[in-house]
C-alpha cells in the first residue's frame, strides 16, 4: 500500500535537484536521518532522485532511540567524524527538529508538512517552504 501511494503521490519539494547540486558542488557531506521503515525511506529517497545523493542513511529504529531524541543524528555525525558546529539539519516535522536541536544542530524547517510556529517552537532557526525560497539562498551565499 505505501510503495503504491509512494509512487504515485511522492514529489521532490521544488528546488531539491538545485540545492543538492548545491551541496555536492562544495563537498559537503551528506546523510539522510529518518524515523520511516528502511524500506520506505529507500523508496522516497529513490522516486525523487536521491539514491547517489546520501552517503549515509540513519534509520530511527536501528538507533538506541529514535527522534525526537538526538541519537539518530549523533550516529550520522560520527559517521562522518563532524563536530556538530559544523553541520546542520533540513527538517518537516517537530519531532525531527528537536532531535537535530538536541543533538547541536541548526536546523531549517522545511514548512511543506507542518505550520512553521510548530518547527520554531520545536527549535528551528529558519524556515523556507521550499528550496527555491529566496531567503534560503541569500542566507547560503553570504
Not at 63 to 92: M, T
Amino acid at each position: 500500500m505505501f510503495c503504491r501511494k509512494a509512487v504515485q503521490s511522492l514529489k521532490p519539494v521544488d528546488g531539491l535537484h538545485k540545492l543538492c547540486k548545491w551541496i555536492e558542488n562544495r563537498g559537503l557531506r551528506r546523510a539522510a536521518v529518518t524515523n520511516a521503515p528502511r524500506e520506505n525511506a529507500e523508496l522516497m529517497i529513490s522516486i525523487v532522485g536521491l539514491t547517489d545523493f546520501f552517503e549515509f542513511l540513519v534509520i530511527g529504529s536501528e538507533c538506541e532511540r529514535a527522534k525526537p531524541f538526538p541519537d539518530p543524528y549523533l550516529k550520522a555525525l560520527e559517521h562522518f567524524n563532524i563536530p556538530s558546529s559544523r553541520a546542520f539539519a533540513l527538517e518537516d516535522s517537530p519531532s525531527g527538529v528537536k532531535a537535530a536541536v538536541a543533538a547541536g544542530l541548526s536546523v531549517l524547517g522545511l514548512t511543506t508538512r507542518n505550520p512553521g510556529q510548530e518547527l520554531i517552537d520545536a527549535g528551528a532557526t529558519f524556515l523556507i517552504k521550499d528550496f527555491e525560497d529566496p531567503d534560503l539562498w541569500n542566507a547560503l551565499e553570504s
